[in-house]
Structure formats: C-alpha cells, structure tokens
Nanobody
C-alpha cells in the first residue's frame, strides 16, 4: 500500500525558495511509480506542476514553473522532491504529490492512483 506524505511547505517572500518532499511510507514491495506534483490555488482547479519517471531519467514541467522548479527523486529513500526557486505570489497553493500513472498521461491528475494530503505554500509579495 502506497502512503504519500508531503512536507516542506510554508510562508516565503517572493523571490525566495522552498523544497517540498513527498515520502512514501507505506510501500511494502519494491515497486517504482512515475510520480508528479500538482497544486490547487484559492478558487482554482488542481493543475499539473511537474512529473518524473520511475527511474528519474525524464521530467516534465508546466510552462509557468519551467526554469524555476526542479523535480527529483531518491528511490533509496522512497522520496520525491520539488525544489522551488524564485517563487512568485501566483505560486501560492496547496501542493500535492501523486504516484501511479503511465508516463504518457502524467499531466492528467484524474489518472493518478495515489495522492498525498497536500502541503500549503504561501508566497507573499
């Protein structure tokens, strides 16, 4: 059973940085999932942020975070990361990690099997 737990959110000023972590504490088999990050801002729908393949060899980003955010993973620790630099007020949202999707569909939140509970990121201007 996959159990995802996000951490690392908080309040930061515009231009600052945060690193989100997503740990899978429940995996009992040596399985490897493609993983992603999504976010949901106030009054907005959940949107795709970034995704990474099981091996970590391929990554994709939404245009608004390209060059500012970096997704990575450490499979030995069953943990996924999202390094967020040069944060902007419009990045304010609840950030969710997700796992279990085919790579071709990694931008579609409806197709992920497992989700974390979310962590709040607030960027002040």
């Amino acid at each position: 059973q996959v159990h995802l737990v996000e951490s690392g959110g908080g309040l930061v000023q515009a231009g600052g940085s945060l690193r989100l972590s997503c740990a899978d504490s429940g995996r009992t088999f040596n399985m490897c999932y493609n993983m992603g990050w999504f976010r949901q801002g106030p009054g907005k729908e959940r949107e795709f942020v970034a995704a990474i393949t099981c091996s970590g060899g391929s990554t994709i980003y939404t245009d608004s975070v390209q060059g500012r955010f970096t997704i990575s993973r450490d499979n030995r620790r069953n943990t996924e990361y999202l390094q967020m630099n040069n944060l902007k007020p419009e990045d304010t949202a609840i950030y969710y990690c997700a796992a279990g999707v085919t790579w071709a569909q990694a931008r579609d939140s409806r197709l992920y099997t497992y989700w974390g509970q979310g962590t709040q990121v607030t960027v002040s201007s």
